[in-house]
């Protein structure tokens, strides 16, 4: 059996040669995100991106929720493939990194689709639930706080109708949760979601080491 091959920048270049079709709006996009103070390091790869709209759209995804919006690439990766009357709830502590993605949403015809809601992701999670009710969504997307993350995913999991999918962002968080040394609360929290996602008998799941790790979890009860 072939091990992992491993992942040279000429073998990186090749695949997105003949693979990745990120347009102008994207490009413009992350090429303003990654002038932001720690813009590169917080935005989705192009890729990742568009492996984002190919699971929604294998989901046939007609409602979706992103935790973490930041300047909005993953947010329009995610709209553009949802069907014209789709909706995407998007959630973000502030709306300032937000703001920027905006004329993009709209340059591409999508900002009728997202509803950006601004402030704490597990209140506003809980606001959703209690006044909307479990199962309001098709697909889920966390990329936000890496301690809150099983709080995330605890309340994702009722949020998501059965047969859904959650995928998680940064499970791999730069190599440090393979790192015993790396203690601090972030690290810690993407370990606990790691573990938890292993035992849960309520998701089938598949741990991806693209990019910076992405976990796919398909609820089944």
Do not use: H
Not at 14 to 31: H, K
Not at 74 to 100: E, N, Q, Y
């Amino acid at each position: 059996m072939a091990d992992q091959i491993a992942l040279t920048t000429q073998l990186t270049d090749y695949v997105r040669d003949v693979s990745l079709r990120e347009d102008d709006i994207l490009r413009e996009l992350r090429e303003e995100t990654a002038d932001l103070p720690g813009g590169t390091a917080m935005q989705v790869l192009a890729e990742e991106g568009q492996l984002l709209g190919v699971l929604a759209r294998l989901a046939r995804a007609r409602s979706i929720l992103e935790l973490g919006t930041f300047t909005g690439y993953s947010t329009l990766c995610l709209a553009r493939a949802l069907p014209a009357d789709g909706r995407l709830v998007t959630c973000d502590i502030t709306d300032r990194w937000p703001a920027i993605g905006m004329p993009y949403w709209q340059r591409a015809g999508v900002r009728d689709r997202i509803d950006l809601r601004v402030g704490d992701g597990c209140a506003t999670l809980e606001t959703m639930l209690a006044e909307q009710g479990p199962e309001l969504f098709d697909l889920v997307f966390i990329d936000a706080d890496k301690a809150n993350y099983a709080r995330y995913y605890e309340l994702s999991l009722d949020l998501v109708r059965i047969g859904g999918l959650i995928v998680v962002d940064n499970t791999l968080f730069f190599g440090r949760v393979a790192d015993p040394g790396a203690q601090d609360a972030d690290t810690e929290g993407v370990r606990e979601l790691n573990d938890r996602m292993r035992s849960d008998d309520r998701v089938a799941i598949s741990m991806l080491t693209m990019a910076d790790g992405i976990t796919l979890a398909v609820r089944t009860s």
